[in-house]
Each structure stands twice: as structure tokens, then as C-alpha cells.
């Protein structure tokens, strides 16, 4: 069985040192499990090439021949990154890697592909199953023009250094101190191959049918996308692209596989997501590259956890995760009235914390300004619905916002007891009013938006709009900012009916109360004579 496509021998190529897998054959089992993931993952039934016999002619002091030659044209090249496998005077080197390289470079695909969410990656999609030496990172990042992006099984423990195993998943004792599953990163893998075929097909779509693959020797880049100079391992963004680009910064070496996880949610939700390609070694390349990747994104995501992370080599006191929230930050000090800075603090990080991490994060609350956001969510999709809601790039009226004490909305179910709360606490305080009709109530929601933050107190009453009242107040909270809102949020109800008594809404900057209707005008002066104090 062939390609998917005409003019392929193989979908994919599997380049190993044939040494790694003598051991206990996990090339084999490799293979066999990245297959049963793929006839999950696509429709398309992918074939998978991979030398099982090393003595069948090539081994490693044998030069190609046509019939590896004729395997190497594949859709995709997966180089197995071991310990040995970047030695220029081996065969999986100098006749695996470097042949199909320069096969990609040059066929109707190029080696760098446009994906369909509008990035661009490498036909090469290497794996990593060892922690290599410097000289051999350095010249795979050579050859691949950037900075190896790679999808790890490396068992992760202190003196070890060897490939992950299936059975590690298996075994509790050890699960628990595997950061590293060997079933995501199977799962990764296949998400990533799907994305590349998606992509390839893409392109021989829109190719002219007219056209002999044989001769072709590039493709003109895709219209609005950057792609002269920049280096083929990383993902490119397209000009034209509808979806915001998020700078998710890279995390301390524990989060690696939350920051994976949320680039995936953050690229199924729409989201271009820089960077693309793993956190440089060198400090100066990595504020060099933090600084580049976030010019050119409309907000950032900073996922922490309870380590502080590197540290610069001669400021000791800064680690990169603080760098890079330091340098979101002054993208909005700077003016940049369009930057959005959220930050996630993971729930299950909270209970261990370094202590240079738990400065850090309270640096970060007691900093809080507009356009940031500080999130406790549950996980990622929760999150990333938050942004999307505070993202969104859609044309909006200004509308007459004026400086208040008290800006009371409420629902014209609920008007009659309104006004008299209203006329009580008019005696004593400026208040702005907004009672909600049953149409157009997007419209009042964004004269929410932009009333509230003009106001010390925002008031959202129900009696008997309580199907209204809590879900209004939970969009317009997230809509101003959430925890990083400059205006608490009081949402009160009366206890009349009784099915009222169940509705509260618990969240950073928010008091929630049910009361007596008697008792409703002095609670909403109570929270606000208690926040005039506090500020």
C-alpha cells in the first residue's frame, strides 16, 4: 500500500540508529502504537515506513540506494533523536535525514507546509527519546534553520536518561512521578501528523491539475504569509488570518505538557499561537524571541505553577516566566490599549509553592491593571471561552458613560422594586441606571462594558429575573476583566421567591447576596461604603 498521494511511496518515514532498537525493540512498538493512534485519528489510512531488518543492506557504512531513495519521498520524515543519532558519517544522518531534506526542499510540497489554521511547520517532525549533547542540538538546529521543535518520550528522572516506555504509564509508583505520558505523546504525535496531512492536501488541492508534480520545483508562498527568511521549524502567522494571535509564554520545564495541552485547546478555538518553537537556551536569544513573537500577537497567556522557573545566568533574581509577564506588562504600560495580558494560575499548583514563586505571583495580583486578567479557571477550555469572550474584535458604539458612585442595573420584570431601591439610595449617592428591556440585550451589555469601569460600585438586583440576572452578570464580569476588573461586581436578589435563595455567583471582585427586600438598599451601601474604605 502507498500514499495517500501520487508521486509517494510511503506517508511517513520513520529514521532511527538501528542500535536503538536492538535493546528492547522500542522502535518496533513505537511504530506499532503511532499506527493504531493514526487509524484513530484521521480517516485516511497513513502507511509508515521504518527499516525493521538491518541486515538487509542498510546499515550504517552502506550509501542509498534507489530503493531507499524511492522510500525517503514520503509526506512526512520522523528522524528518531537519540543520544547517537546526530553522527554526520551515519546512514540515518547522511542518507536518511540530509536525502530527505533536500527532497523536500525541493518538491511540489517544499518542506515547510502552510497548516489550515493559517501557520506554517516542517514536513519534519522529529522525535525525541534522549536528552542530547549541545553540539549535536546545535547542529540538528542548523540543519533544520531554527530551534528544534521535537515531541519528547524521555523518561523524566533524576540520573536517567533514556527513551519513555508504554509500560511507565502502567505502573503507579512511577506514574506518579512521570510528568511525561508515553500515551500523549503517541496522541500528540498523531494530532501533529494530522494537521501536516490536512495541510499537504490543502496544497494539492489548490495546485492547477495541469500542472506535472515532476517538474515542479516550489510553490509560491501562500498570499499574507511571511515565509522569505524565516526558519522552516517554526510556525509562520498569515497576515489575513481572522483569529487573534496569542503569545503563550514558555512555562518552568514541570508545565511543559500543560503549555502543550493549551496550545492545542487555544489553536481548536481559533487562536494563532506564538511561539511555535521551544524556549532558547541562551538568555539573549531568549529575550530576543520573546520580544519578536509578542510584537506580533494581540494578547499573551502566562501558565503558572508552583516552580518559578529558570533564571538568567547574570540576573539570578528574574527567571523566564517573570521576564516574559514583565515584558507583557509593559506592552500595555507602553499605550498599547489592544494588548491583553491573561495570566492562569493552575488550581492544582496552589498547595506547593517555592517561595520565590509565591513572591512572583503576588507581584502579579497586587498588579494588576486594565487589560489584564487573573484567572483561577478549572482548566484550559474554561479559559480559553474567557478569552475569546474578552478578544473578541467586533465593531463597538461608545456610548455616554458618565463618573458614578453606583451604577444599578436590573432587569424591567423587576422595575416596580427597582425604583423604590433606586429613589433610597439616590438620597444618599450619584447613581447611573439601566433598566434592561427583553430585546437588544447585547446592546445593554455593552453599555455595561463600558459604564462599569466609570463607577465604584456596579449593582446587578433581581427579584424576579433571576434566569436573567446571574448569567448577565457572569458575561459582563468576564467582559470587564474578571478578577483583573477595576469595579467590584454585587449581585443581589431577594429571597422572595425562595427558588432565589440558590442563585450566587462566587468569583474574584464579586459579592453575592440574597436578602429581604426590605434590607436590600442597606446591603448594596454596606459593600459600598466597605469598598470606598478599601480604596
Not at 422595575?415 to 430585546?439: C, G, R, W
Amino acid at each position: 500500500m502507498g500514499s495517500i498521494l501520487p508521486g509517494y511511496k510511503h506517508d511517513i518515514f520513520v529514521s532511527y540508529r538501528h542500535h536503538d532498537n536492538k535493546y528492547d525493540g522500542w522502535i518496533t512498538e513505537f511504530v506499532e502504537r503511532l499506527q493504531q493512534e493514526l487509524n484513530a485519528t484521521l480517516k485516511d489510512k497513513l502507511t509508515i515506513y521504518f527499516d525493521k531488518n538491518p541486515e538487509s543492506g542498510l546499515s550504517d557504512n552502506h550509501v542509498v540506494d534507489q530503493s531507499i531513495q524511492n522510500k525517503i519521498k514520503s509526506l512526512i520524515f520522523i528522524p528518531i533523536v537519540s543520544q547517537t543519532y546526530c553522527d554526520t558519517s551515519s546512514f540515518a544522518w547522511s542518507q536518511e535525514f540530509m536525502v530527505f531534506k533536500d527532497f523536500a526542499d525541493s518538491d511540489r510540497f517544499t518542506r515547510t507546509i502552510r497548516l489550515p489554521n493559517g501557520n506554517f511547520t516542517s514536513r519534519i517532525l522529529p522525535i525525541k527519546i534522549h536528552d542530547i549533547d549541545v553540539n549535536d542540538l546545535r547542529l540538528l538546529e542548523t540543519e533544520l534553520a531554527g530551534t528544534l521543535r521535537s515531541i519528547d518520550f524521555i523518561y523524566r528522572e533524576a540520573g536517567v536518561n533514556r527513551p519513555l516506555r508504554p509500560v511507565d504509564d502502567e505502573i503507579p509508583a512511577i506514574s506518579a512521578q512521570v510528568k511525561t505520558l508515553y500515551r500523549n505523546q503517541i496522541n500528540k504525535l498523531a494530532y501533529a501528523i494530522k494537521e501536516i496531512v490536512q495541510g499537504i492536501k490543502e496544497i494539492d488541492r489548490n495546485l492547477s491539475p495541469s500542472v506535472n508534480p515532476t517538474t515542479l520545483s516550489a510553490t509560491k508562498p501562500p498570499k499574507g504569509a511571511f515565509s522569505s527568511s524565516h526558519p522552516s521549524a517554526s510556525k509562520v502567522k498569515v497576515i489575513d488570518e481572522a483569529g487573534p494571535s496569542v503569545y503563550l509564554a514558555w512555562t518552568s520545564s514541570d508545565l511543559k505538557d500543560q503549555r502543550e495541552e493549551m496550545a492545542i485547546t487555544l489553536k481548536k478555538a481559533g487562536f494563532n499561537v506564538l511561539p511555535s518553537t521551544d524556549c532558547p537556551a541562551d538568555d539573549e536569544s531568549f529575550k530576543e524571541k520573546v520580544k519578536e513573537n509578542m510584537m506580533r500577537c494581540s494578547c499573551s497567556l502566562h501558565i503558572m505553577g508552583g516552580e518559578f522557573g529558570r533564571r538568567f545566568e547574570f540576573e539570578s533574581e528574574v527567571s523566564f516566566p517573570q521576564y516574559q509577564f514583565l515584558e507583557a506588562k509593559k506592552t500595555i504600560e507602553s499605550g498599547d490599549n489592544d494588548f491583553n495580558c491573561f495570566v492562569w494560575m493552575l488550581p492544582e499548583a496552589s498547595a506547593n509553592i517555592k517561595p520565590d514563586q509565591r513572591d512572583f505571583i503576588n507581584y502579579i495580583r497586587n498588579n494588576i491593571t486594565q487589560n489584564m486578567m487573573f484567572s483561577n479557571s478549572m482548566g484550559p477550555m474554561q479559559l480559553v471561552d474567557d478569552m475569546r469572550v474578552v478578544m473578541k474584535k467586533e465593531e463597538e458604539d461608545v456610548y455616554d458613560s458618565k463618573d458614578t458612585e453606583i451604577f444599578f442595573i436590573y432587569n424591567q420584570q423587576d422595575e416596580a422594586e427597582a425604583k423604590i431601591i433606586t429613589d433610597h439610595l439616590s438620597m444618599e449617592y450619584p447613581v447611573e441606571i439601566m433598566n434592561i428591556l427583553p430585546d437588544g440585550e447585547d446592546k445593554y451589555r455593552e453599555i455595561s462594558t463600558q459604564q462599569i469601569p466609570k463607577s465604584k460600585l456596579a449593582v446587578v438586583y433581581f427579584k424576579y429575573a433571576a434566569d436573567w440576572a446571574l448569567p448577565f452578570t457572569k458575561q459582563v464580569w468576564k467582559t470587564v476583566g474578571g478578577a483583573s476588573s477595576p469595579t467590584p461586581l454585587f449581585l443581589i436578589g431577594e429571597d422572595d421567591p425562595s427558588s432565589n435563595r440558590a442563585r450566587n455567583f462566587k468569583a474574584p471582585k464579586v459579592v453575592s447576596s440574597i436578602v429581604p427586600s426590605e434590607e436590600v438598599p442597606g446591603e448594596v451601601k454596606k459593600v459600598y461604603i466597605t469598598i470606598s474604605e478599601m480604596s
